[in-house]
């Protein structure tokens, strides 16, 4: 890590939590552009998912068998 950003992190670990989550969340915004053919392609990955839910073809289970899963 150069001194700039050694810098600007020592710096924002003087702000409260809030401004910290704002800056966070700017600079991840940055890093962060919207791709529209990944955008096209999940989209259609979607509408394929729930014509195979419509069709019969993909396996459902309640929400809450999924979360105990994870309990």
């Known amino acids: 890590m150069n001194t700039t950003s050694q810098s600007i992190i020592e710096q924002a670990k ?3 939590a809030l401004e ?3 800056v966070v969340d700017a600079l991840l915004a940055s ?3 919207p791709d529209a053919e990944i955008d ?3 989209a259609r990955e ?3 998912r729930l ?3 419509r069709r019969g073809e993909i396996k ?3 929400l809450n068998q999924v979360l ?3 309990r």
């Open 68 to 70: 105990a899963k994870y």
């Open 20 to 22: 910290k989550i704002e």
């Open 14 to 16: 003087q702000l409260s």
């Open 40 to 42: 096209k392609q999940w």
């Open 60 to 62: 459902v289970l309640d």
């Open 31 to 33: 890093v962060d552009k």
């Open 46 to 48: 979607a509408e394929d």
């Open 51 to 53: 014509a195979a839910y």
